[in-house]
């Protein structure tokens, strides 16, 4: 256990590493949960990444810095691939895709289902994910998605002010429609909370199957129209500012990926760009 003035809270660490804000750390640290080389942590301990951290028996991964750098990824995730950093079935995750890191790790802001594309962000700012997927923060989600049914005004009105689901009472924000033709229709719908599969089981409680649903907007933060699905970017610092600034937290150094990285993956989208046909 480490008490020099180079180690760090064990609050402000467990944040970092995307388990619940400091003052929720806090409180799992005084219900004796957190164990720090095999011995049970109290309020006021501090640790290195040195240490061995572990919360309800299971080793704590933390990043090699104190988050005075942080970066943000935007993905354009594809359908076909789950949120999780492994899975027993063997299928892509998300991570597969994204560079890897020397040190520290990328933390997914929320989840999209398997068949749902679009949107992700990653961090490596514990802190900074946790407040974003926090309710108290109060951030849009917007979607694009395809319907088969027939909609009308009265189901709009029904899904704006308020169904009742399984978990609870959910809505709409806001629906626009996208155009189409016949049964299919495209509509953009946001929603304020991250629940499971909430955009698909909200019209689906009125009898609407969902086709196609793309995740094209965060807060403030849209997908970029030049990424392609599979592929990320690094977030600019001044969007990176207002993802901050959305969550009220002060906006910390800025890191970034070695050039290589980034060499990397432009080899392999111009491998993946397809051949143009020659003009006859």
Known sequence: MTDTPS???LQKLLAQAGHGSRREMERVIAAGRVSINGKSAKLGDRASTDDLIKLDGRPVKLAASTGTESMVLIYNKPEGEICSRSDPEGRRTVFDSLPKLKAGRWISVGRLDYNTSGLLLFTT????AHKLMHPSSVIEREYLCRVLGHVDEAMLQRLTEGVLLDD???RFADV???GGEGANRWYYVVIMEGRNREVRRLWESQEVQVSRLKRVRYGKIFLPSKL???QWDEMPAKEMAE???MVELDTPKTGHLPPSV???RARQDRKNKPARRPRR
């Open 176 to 178: 626009v429609d996208g």
């Open 7 to 9: 180690g760090e809270k």
């Open 243 to 245: 993802l901050y600034k």
């Open 168 to 170: 609870g009472v959910a």
């Open 262 to 264: 980034r060499e990397k």
């Open 125 to 128: 700012d514990g802190t900074l």
């Open 228 to 230: 392609k699905q599979g």
